[in-house]
């Protein structure tokens, strides 16, 4: 069974840059038809997409979030990581790494994996 989890700092001061790590075991993160994806959901709102990386190592991101997200990969160490420039206090959020097979998707769906989620606060 694939599993991921999600690791780095939780809590940030406005303007730094977030840097997360998702490690993964039971598959490998250049099996062909997955997106290794970053996706978070603020308090009271609805899961985001954020970017992600195919099996080919390309990166793809949100349009929003383009101007500020890096996302990149180790596979001798089969993990991605994201990293968010200049965060804000609006940055703050539960942020998951996942498998997913529909391109751009944010919500569970049946055959896709997620981490755990883990908890980033930008405060001041």
């Known amino acids: 069974q694939v599993k991921l989890q999600e690791s780095g700092p939780g809590l940030l001061k406005p303007s730094q840059t977030l840097s997360l790590t998702c490690t993964v075991s039971g598959g490998s993160i250049t099996a062909n038809n997955y997106y290794w994806s970053w996706i978070r959901q603020p308090p009271g709102k609805a899961t985001e997409w954020m970017g992600a990386?195919?099996?080919?190592?390309?990166?793809y991101y949100s349009p929003p979030l383009k101007m500020r997200t890096s996302i990149s990969r180790d596979t001798s160490k089969n993990q991605f990581t994201l990293q968010l420039r200049s965060v804000t206090p609006e940055d703050t959020a539960v942020y998951y790494c996942a498998r997913i097979r529909l391109f751009g998707t944010s919500v569970r769906t049946p055959g896709d994996y997620w981490g755990q989620g883990t908890q980033v606060t930008v405060s001041s």
């Open positions: 990386i195919g099996s080919s190592g390309d990166p």
